[in-house]
């Protein structure tokens, strides 16, 4: 039987314990390091997500915007129609002359009484909504590559204003949603998504 001699047992200890201090250490900095790269790798990713969500917000906003900016165009059509005397008739359009609100005219856009500010006033069929066949050829490009699922709408208010010389023109309002907006049409209200308005003002003096 081989036995290790006295005179080395004690510096064989001492080695054996620093071998098994050392791999103690070791492990120890193995395992920090993995903590450490699996929390850099968590903030990568949360970051990427925030990021890609961030561009998405954009994207929205912007389909949001170019859908109010054709509502407004389309309308303004109609309105200069109806100040011509005739009915807008284009892209399939019927009956928009009787969808013109000619009372009361405001007196400005800063009105309260206005009927854009109330939501019953986007109930329904009583706002101009664009047909699909003037906004699609548009081409407004939305988030997810296909057509706007909420068409775009507005409101046309004649105005009168109090001042002299006497303006009489068109208050627009303009609403445009993106394709994660929720818009419901009984009440007139978006409830979630990026939606966008815009106004325009067109008058002649008298």
């Known amino acids: 039987m ?8 004690a510096p064989f200890r001492r080695s054996l314990r620093r071998s098994i201090r050392q791999r103690g250490v070791v492990l120890l900095i193995t395992l920090v390091l993995i903590v450490v ?5 968590t903030f990568a990713i949360r970051n990427a997500t925030q990021s890609e969500r961030s561009i998405n917000g954009v994207r929205s ?4 915007r170019e859908a109010a900016e054709t509502a407004l165009r389309f309308c303004e059509q109609v309105a200069m129609f109806d100040a011509a005397d005739k009915n807008y008739t284009e892209f399939g359009s019927t009956g928009m ?23 019953d006033s986007w109930k329904g069929n009583k706002a101009i909504e664009v047909p699909d066949s003037y906004f699609k050829k548009t081409g407004i490009t939305t988030d997810d590559a296909s057509q706007l699922k909420t ?8 105005m009168a204003s109090t001042a002299m010389p006497q303006l009489t023109g068109y208050l627009i309002t303009a609403r445009g949603f993106a394709n ?13 998504g990026a939606e966008a308005w815009m106004q325009s003002v067109l008058t002649a003096g008298t």
């Open 61 to 64: 906003a912007e389909v949001a």
């Open 151 to 158: 068409a775009p709408r507005c409101l046309i208010q004649k």
């Open 37 to 41: 790269m699996s929390l850099l790798g």
């Open 97 to 119: 002359r009787e969808r013109i609100i000619a009372s009361p005219a405001i007196a400005s856009e800063a009105d309260t009484s206005a009927a854009w500010r109330s939501a």
């Open 180 to 192: 994660d907006a929720n818009f419901n049409p009984d009440t007139g209200k978006s409830t979630q």
């Open 2 to 9: 081989n036995t290790v001699p006295r005179a080395l047992r």
